[in-house]
């Protein structure tokens, strides 16, 4: 008596394997295209810190400029550790001075590290220099 043997094509075991399959690789390219389309509709907020000067007496001068796309509202001025509260709104192509207090002995010519805080959390590090 002969072997039984198996039928020609595919069960439907097989088919159900490859069409998960593409199904899985389907999402996630429509998840990709999808992400991708949403961060290119909506702005990042960007700030570029032109200059920052910080006089002996304490004064932090900073000028910076918002290149867009949207606009910007800085709410916090961190520098050297110590953290001073601005509350300043910067429209899209706009440029403005920001200034802050802060206490501590500087030498001039010295460089300290610091950063602008936007109300969104976002932050742009800037190097203030010390000026007599």
């Keep these: ?6 039928p020609r094509g595919m069960t439907s075991l097989e088919i159900a394997i490859i069409v998960a399959i593409v199904l899985i690789i389907a999402v996630a390219v429509g ?17 570029n810190v032109v200059t920052a000067t910080l006089y002996s ?10 290149p867009g796309p949207v606009d910007v509202q800085v709410s916090a001025i961190e520098l050297a550790g110590q953290v001073q509260s ?6 899209v192509g706009g ?12 030498t001039p010519g010295t460089m300290l590290p610091g950063r602008v805080i936007l109300s969104g959390g ?11």
């Design 95 to 106: 440029n403005a001075t920001l200034t802050a207090k802060f206490t501590g002995q500087w």
């Design 31 to 47: 998840w990709y295209l999808y992400t991708t389309f949403v961060a290119s509709t909506t702005g990042q907020p960007r700030l």
């Design 57 to 66: 007496n304490g004064t932090l001068k900073i000028f910076v400029v918002n």
């Design 122 to 132: 976002q932050s742009f590090p800037f190097n203030a220099i010390v000026k007599p």
């Design 86 to 91: 601005v509350n300043q709104k910067i429209t």
């Design 1 to 6: 008596m002969p072997m039984p043997t198996k």
